[in-house]
């Protein structure tokens, strides 16, 4: 299975766009890219995924690089509210996520 | 996407005694797995719950301090057993949708061994 790699930790301004890397040069042709925050620990929460396309939703945007070795989630307007960890996973058809990252522990600012 | 009810939310256990975490979802799934987080840790899988038959365990985890029931699609339970301050975690369970919607994640428990 594909693993991810993340910068342990960022930080934004508020109002900027947050734009936050994940290198996943193994990942395999039937491997999508999913990211996923967590606040204060609870539960993850599922942000957006892609298979090669980008990809956007009204929490955020991700763009794949053509020979998918990498990526990088953007959320536009970052608020303070964003502030969590974030984290970048890959998982095929059948499931199979073995391997959960650091993440990147993002902190917005004022 | 599926949604998921994790009990107890949270717990302060004395140590060697056991705890059964229960999670139940409104539809039925396939897919169910148990993930421990330590404390500044990211997620690590414990066991996928098969229904019907025995989970699978990841490498580190064992049946007899992590048994797992899944009585059907739509519950499942994990228990910590003979608890040590060690086992102080957070324990979530997750379900998988398919490549669509991915995962979704129950709200964890929060395990205090004293």
């Known amino acids: 299975d594909a693993k991810t790699t993340q910068p342990p930790s960022m930080d934004c301004a508020e109002g900027r766009a947050a734009n936050l890397p994940c290198n996943h040069s193994?990942?395999?042709?039937?491997?999508?890219v999913y990211w996923y925050r967590q606040i204060h620990s609870q539960g993850p929460q599922y942000i957006i995924h892609?298979?090669?396309n980008n990809e956007t939703n009204e929490m955020a945007s991700l763009i794949i690089t053509e020979d998918r070795k990498s990526s990088t989630l953007i959320l536009p307007h970052a608020t303070l509210r964003d502030t969590a960890v974030y984290y970048c996973?890959?998982?095929?058809?059948?499931?199979?996520?073995?391997?959960f990252g650091g993440g990147t522990r993002l902190m917005v600012k004022p | 996407s599926a949604v998921i009810s994790q009990k107890p939310s949270r717990d302060i256990c004395q140590r060697g005694t056991s705890l059964t975490i229960q999670c139940q979802v409104d539809?039925?799934?396939?897919?169910m797995f148990w993930y421990r987080q330590q404390p500044g840790q990211s997620l690590t899988l414990i066991a996928t719950?098969?229904?019907?038959?025995?989970?699978?365990?990841e490498s580190g985890f064992v049946i007899d301090k992590f048994p797992i029931s899944r009585p059907n699609l739509t519950f499942s339970t994990l228990t910590v057993s003979n608890m040590s301050p060690e086992d102080s975690s957070i324990y979530l369970c997750?379900?998988?949708?398919?490549?669509?919607?991915?995962?979704?994640f129950g709200s964890g428990t929060r395990l205090t061994v004293v």
């Open positions: 997750s379900v998988f949708h398919g490549t669509g919607d991915g995962y979704t």
């Open positions: 193994t990942i395999s042709g039937n491997e999508y």
């Open positions: 892609g298979l090669k």
């Open positions: 996973i890959v998982i095929n058809n059948a499931g199979n996520m073995l391997t």
């Open positions: 539809s039925q799934v396939t897919m």
């Open positions: 719950a098969n229904q019907g038959s025995e989970a699978t365990y």
